[in-house]
């Protein structure tokens, strides 16, 4: 099994071997998961210009002969107003607990985060803080270098990079560095396991991610996705999902004229997923009322916003 790697005795190997956590974290939209996909090479988490796309912790894993990476993507840093930002906040804090390398990233043009204490948890932490300044192919010159003297003198015990997580600038060089700073230890998940979540979740994400785009003002955000059905065949794969909303009038503004607007998710869903999957996709759309889900303990425990 070990025949390929440098080094024949398993000891050897563990003691030659990394592994660790490297939690992102920031502001809604500055391009988190933009970065945690450019990571992986894959499009694990899903991908916006809203902010609050992301409402899990989403592990996206990079596996090499003698490191493995395990990333977390989380959602962006809010003040909570209804339960399910409060459980996405949770997700925030845990990843401030079990980090061996912190990625804050901030974007060209933001001046702080959105909760002070957050922030400084960040200031303070005993664990390496990377700045990932982000978006930089927007910027000038002359913002850029006003931006990394701004970070420098609010996060002073922080190695700062500019990149730009959409464009791949830089983002090779900050995985170098996250390498060199991972402790030595044997792997933690398998090493051909690319993510923690199982198939149907991608499924409900990449609907969401489409609702996001499809749907104006507060819909997205009263929107969660169930898939009930995820049955595999040779050349195919069938999926009914459910959409679910807080209110009557936000299913018929989902369905849309005819059936027309629930139609387009469909379709622009079917064509991620061939690509995700590598599969043929048949996807059946259902769209429900679950009143008040955000704010329902027992709906967002089923959801998989757990306490
Ligand atoms: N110009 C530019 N846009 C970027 C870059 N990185 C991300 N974006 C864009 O910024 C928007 C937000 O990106 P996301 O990756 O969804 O941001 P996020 O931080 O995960 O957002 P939340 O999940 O809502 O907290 C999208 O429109 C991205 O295409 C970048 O380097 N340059
Ligand atoms: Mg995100």
């Known amino acids: 099994m070990f025949a390929h790697l440098k080094y024949t005795s398993?000891?050897?190997?563990?003691?030659?071997?990394?592994?660790?956590?490297?939690?992102?974290?920031?502001?809604?939209?500055?391009?988190k998961s933009t970065l945690m996909n450019a990571f992986v090479g894959e499009k694990l988490s899903i991908i916006t210009s809203k902010a609050q796309t992301t409402r899990h912790r989403i592990l996206g894993i990079v596996n090499g002969e003698?490191?493995?990476?395990?990333?977390?993507?989380?959602?962006?840093i809010i003040k909570p107003a209804y339960e399910l930002q409060s459980s996405m906040m949770d997700f925030v804090k845990s990843a401030f607990e079990d980090a061996d390398v912190l990625i804050y990233m901030v974007e060209i043009g933001e001046k702080s985060l959105k909760d002070e204490a957050f922030f400084k948890k960040i200031?303070?932490?005993?664990?390496?803080?990377?700045?990932?300044?982000?978006?930089?192919?927007?910027?000038?010159?002359?913002?850029?270098?006003?931006?990394?003297?701004?970070?420098?003198?609010?996060?002073?015990?922080?190695?700062?990079?500019?990149?730009?997580?959409?464009?791949?600038?830089?983002?090779?060089?900050?995985?170098?560095?996250i390498i060199e700073l991972l402790p030595m230890s044997p792997a933690f998940y398998p090493k051909d396991q690319l993510t923690d979540k199982p198939e149907r979740f991608f499924v409900n994400e990449t609907i969401r991610e489409k609702i996001l785009v499809n749907y104006k003002k507060e819909i997205p955000y009263a929107v969660e996705v169930e898939t009930e059905?995820?049955?595999?065949?040779?050349?195919?794969?069938?999926?009914?999902?459910?959409i679910m909303v807080e209110r009557e009038t936000q299913k018929g503004i989902i369905i849309g004229h005819k059936g027309n607007a629930l139609k387009t998710v469909g379709i622009q869903a079917r064509k991620d997923l061939e690509k995700f999957f590598g599969k043929q996709i048949h996807i059946e759309l259902y769209v429900k009322v679950n009143k008040n889900w955000r704010s329902n303990a027992k709906q967002l425990k089923r959801f998989g916003y757990n306490k």
Request: charged share 25%; proline share 5%.
């Open 229 to 242: 059905e995820f049955f595999e065949e040779e050349n195919i794969i069938r999926i009914r999902s459910v």
């Open 66 to 76: 003698d490191f493995q990476v395990i990333l977390s993507d989380t959602p962006g």
């Open 123 to 177: 200031i303070n932490s005993k664990i390496p803080v990377l700045l990932l300044l982000n978006k930089i192919d927007k910027s000038s010159q002359e913002q850029l270098e006003e931006q990394m003297e701004l970070w420098r003198e609010k996060v002073p015990t922080a190695e700062i990079y500019p990149v730009s997580a959409l464009e791949n600038f830089n983002v090779t060089q900050v995985f170098s560095r």
């Open 10 to 31: 398993k000891s050897t190997l563990y003691m030659s071997h990394k592994a660790g956590f490297v939690n992102i974290i920031g502001n809604p939209n500055v391009g």
